[in-house]
Structure formats: C-alpha cells, structure tokens
C-alpha cells in the first residue's frame, strides 16, 4: 500500500468515527467515537506528510453514508470491530515501513504509536462503547438457539409422525409460544443470580427473540401442502439465521465464525435425524398417523 493510500484509509476511518459520533445519543459513547475521531485524524496526518493531502472520493462517501446507515440496525459497535478485521494486514504493512530505511528517529517513534493504536487501542475504545445488543448478546443467543433446536427437533418428529403441514404448524407454535415463556422465566431466574444485570430486560429479550424465531420457523408450514418441503424450508431458514447470528456474534466478540457456525447447524441437523426418527417410531407404536 503506498502511503497516499495509508492515509485515505485513516481518513476514511476517522470520518466515519466522526459521523457515528454524531448520531450518537448517549454521551459516554460519543466521546469515545469522538476520540477513536481524532486518534483516526492524527494517523492520517502523520502519512499525509508523505503523500501530500488527500480527499475521500465519491465511492468514499457513498460507502461511509452505507456504514452509517447500517449501524442504526447493525449498531456502532459491529460497524467498527467488522472495519477492525483488515487491521492486521494494514499493521504488517505499517511494521514493514517502520523496519525500511529512510525514516527519522522522530518518525520511527511516531509511526511506533500508530501501530501500538491500531494493534491494541482501537478495539479496547470500541470494547467500552454501551451498546443494548451487545450488552444482551448472550440472552439473545439463548432464545435464539434454544427455539431453533427445540423447534427443529418438534417439526422433524411430526415429518415422521403425520402428513398435515397445518397439524405440524400449530403444534410448533403450541410448543414454541409456551417454551419461549419458560426460557423467559429461567433467563429472568438467571439474571438474577448475576450482577449488573435487569432480569425483567433480559427476560423479555429472550422471551421475545425465542417467540421471532418460532414464528420464522413455523410460517412454513403454512404456506405449503408438504410437510417435507416445509420442513425443508424451515431447516433452511434456521440454518439462514444461524449463520447472520454466527456472524454477528464473531465479529463483536472477535470469535471462528465458520467454526461457529459449522458446530450451530451440525447440531440442528442432528437434532433434525433425531426427532424425525422418534416421530417414526411414535407412529409405528401407535399405529396412527393424522
């Protein structure tokens, strides 16, 4: 990377602290933007001495206006750890400036402090940025996962045990809608045991994440005459979720995403096998299948 673009990448970095900061409601994490601002400017002036001024370009700031959008969904703080994961590569670069020839003691030290900045700095600011998601990633994760698995486990065994989509469908949602009030009771219970945490938020959380993804993996079923092909749908949409959740949450806690997620989805289908060969079994017992 030549140094004109070392500095348009730190410019780029530090309009966008600059715009997120401005959008951002609660103080605390304002100055911390702002700061991550002006740690972002002062790079870019120190290679700006190399390369001369530069100006952000019209894909620039399309790209910045996209990245603060999306942080109103996504939030600031997945915004900035997802732009902090080219930061190694930009560090080896940095480290092979610093051991070149050319360079004053006066700059060495300098260009030394930018690499210290953006090696650890960086994500230690973005780390103490308050943020609701980030805050109740775990409960989340919990209603999630739990009404996945469970709801999987559900659908796959009425596959072997009936052929009514609408049979299998509302029984999903009698199981799921009163499973998603208990995990929001053991999620209250929990919380409770755990400081710094309001059990009635974290239960509603996953209460409420657990009732989304019952209803995401149930719509199905309604929708089509098969109760194959409607499973079908609803494993791929919770294979769909699992992977933006993976995602998520491998970016904001610097996690293996694809390790992640390939252990997420090997237990969905095994759950999948499961219940389908259980519901088999029902029905060969019984003898009677609605």
Do not use: C
């Amino acid at each position: 990377m030549p140094f004109a673009e070392y500095a348009l990448d730190e410019l780029f970095d530090s309009e966008l602290y600059r715009r997120l900061a401005g959008i951002e409601k609660n103080p605390a994490n304002r100055e911390i933007l702002e700061k991550l601002s002006q740690q972002e400017r002062s790079h870019y002036e120190f290679w700006s001495r190399f390369s001369g001024s530069v100006e952000l370009g019209r894909w620039d700031r399309l790209k910045l206006a996209f990245l603060v959008l999306s942080s109103r969904i996504l939030g600031k703080v997945f915004i900035i750890k997802f732009l902090e994961r080219h930061e190694g590569r930009v560090v080896e670069e940095y480290v092979r400036v610093l051991e070149s020839a050319g360079l004053s003691e006066e700059q060495r030290e300098a260009l030394k402090g930018i690499i210290e900045d953006e090696k650890y700095h960086e994500e230690a600011l973005a780390s103490q940025i308050d943020e609701f998601a980030v805050r109740h990633l775990g409960a989340m994760a919990l209603g999630m996962s739990d009404a996945i698995i469970e709801l999987s486990g559900v659908h796959a065994g009425f596959l072997g045990y009936t052929s009514s989509p609408i049979y299998t469908g509302i029984s999903g949602l009698i199981v799921g809608i009163s499973a998603s009030m208990s995990m929001a009771a053991a999620a209250y219970l929990q919380a409770k045991q755990e400081k710094g945490k309001s059990p009635a938020v974290n239960a509603l959380v996953t209460g409420l994440m657990y009732m989304l993804t019952v209803v995401m993996l149930t719509s199905p079923f309604f929708l089509v005459p098969s109760v194959a092909t409607a499973l079908a749908a609803s494993v791929a949409l919770a294979v769909a979720a699992l992977a933006a959740f993976s995602y998520f949450s491998s970016v904001i806690l610097g996690g293996n995403f694809l390790r992640e997620f390939l252990e997420n989805t090997s237990i969905v289908f095994l759950v999948v096998l499961v219940g389908y060969l259980f519901g088999s079994l029902v029905e060969r017992v019984f003898g009677f299948r609605p």
